[in-house]
């Protein structure tokens, strides 16, 4: 008998039915792997760009500096020498690092800007005083009461060295005036420092006038600030409750001895809180 001769079709197997089970996991965790070099060389690359800037704010004398040399300093005591032990934990590491530089260089973007708006820059500058009843830019002499309360931000003990409004100068030599912005409760320095209410850290930065200082938001966009911090125990975003501790009294920045400067905004613009804390 004739054979049949006609070609016949060749069945293909499945994709992949020629690999062994075990060889389809090695190539999906060498795709893995591939993807996670990749990502790791560009956070390197972020992390090392980040890093030059830090370098050169401090070549060129920058108040920035201090705020972010502290910040990654955090990230890297947070993280530990644990991260370098393997590439997953050497990604993670490097991305908190640049949160942290992130969180820092918003910090300092607000910490401009309110220094734009109130005087708080690279060093004190005196106020002259245009009129008897005259509050500078982003203060006023108006009262103002929260639609909530306010509770003392340091315990007992503490003595009202310096009101709100103007005065002369305690940091100048030569006798000018300048506008004081808030309330000066002079404490042992390490004295716990209270949040007055409930609310949300939008900035705990160093400045050059403030030094160690976090700036709250609460109800309806009323803020209170307290400044000269010896220690700061919150971060930014982080929600706090009223009486929870957020630090400690100090004597950063410009200052003539340990306080706490305390704040009291609405809107933007500053207001005596004196009678808001009970202290009138």
Not at 60 to 69: E, S
Not at 155 to 177: H, I, L
Request: overall charge negative; some cysteine.
């Amino acid at each position: 008998m004739w054979e049949d001769a006609t070609p016949k079709p060749v069945q293909e197997p499945p994709q992949g039915a020629d690999r062994p089970a075990g060889r389809r996991e090695s190539a999906r965790r060498e795709n893995g792997k591939t993807q996670d070099n990749l990502i790791l060389w560009a956070q390197i690359l972020l992390c090392g760009a980040i890093l030059a800037g830090v370098y050169a704010a401090r070549t060129m004398g920058l108040p920035v500096y201090d705020t972010l040399r502290t910040a990654f300093d955090q990230a890297m005591q947070e993280q530990g020498l644990d991260a370098f032990g393997e590439e997953r934990e050497l990604v993670r590491f490097i991305q908190t690092g640049i949160d942290s530089l992130g969180e820092a260089a918003q910090e300092v973007a607000v910490s401009l800007a309110d220094g734009a708006a109130t005087g708080e820059t690279a060093a004190r500058t005196a106020h002259s005083r245009n009129a008897p009843e005259q509050a500078p830019a982003g203060s006023s002499l108006d009262s103002y009461l929260p639609d909530f309360s306010l509770t003392l931000p340091l315990p007992a003990g503490f003595t009202c060295t310096s009101g709100y409004g103007w005065r002369e100068d305690p940091v100048a030599d030569d006798g000018s005036e300048d506008f004081h912005t808030g309330k000066d409760l002079a404490a042992a320095e390490g004295t716990p420092v209270y949040a007055a209410a409930d609310g949300t850290v939008r900035t705990a930065a160093l400045g050059s006038s403030y030094g160690n200082y976090v700036r709250i938001l609460h109800e309806a966009g009323d803020e209170t600030l307290y400044a000269h911090m010896q220690y700061v125990f919150v971060r930014p975003g982080q929600k706090v409750r009223q009486g929870q501790q957020i630090g400690t009294v100090g004597q950063t920045g410009n200052v003539t001895g340990p306080h706490l400067h305390f704040e009291l905004l609405h809107a933007g613009i500053r207001y005596d809180p004196t009678q808001a804390l009970g202290l009138a």
